[in-house]
């Protein structure tokens, strides 16, 4: 599955962006989705999943309540709704997808693929 994410900007706190990751060469129907970041200096961290089917997510705390995580299958694409952004969310955001457990969706090493990632820049 090669991925490659897109959406990424330079904004103002407050505003809001949509990040996409659009899959090929595979189906990704079979696999967990999901969204990690890395800030610079910092180890890279999850930031949402979404489930095979689309029914289930998960998110880290810090980004609960204004991101949003979905997917649309036919369409071979997940998105990452972020809304009421700060500073803090700055980072290089990677999408990735993962055939094992959904209860290890927020390891990174669980991953089998990754995207190119996109930056995401928030301005006080």
């Known amino acids: 599955v090669q991925l490659q994410a897109s959406g990424g900007g330079l904004v103002q706190a407050g505003d809001s962006l949509r990040l996409s990751c659009a899959a090929s060469g595979r189906t990704i129907r079979s696999y967990s989705m999901a969204w990690f970041r890395q800030a610079p200096g910092k180890e890279r961290e999850f930031v949402a999943a979404?489930?095979?089917?689309?029914?289930?997510?998960s998110y880290r705390d810090s980004v609960k309540g204004r991101f949003t995580v979905s997917r649309d299958n036919a369409k071979n694409t997940v998105s990452l709704q972020m809304n009421s952004l700060k500073p803090e969310d700055t980072a290089v955001y990677y999408c990735?997808?993962?055939?094992?457990?959904?209860?290890?969706?927020?390891?990174?090493?669980?991953?089998?693929?990754w995207g190119k990632g996109t930056q995401v820049t928030v301005s006080s």
């Open positions: 979404v489930s095979r089917g689309g029914s289930g997510t």
């Open positions: 990735a997808a993962s055939n094992t457990a959904w209860s290890t969706v927020h390891l990174d090493y669980t991953m089998d693929y």
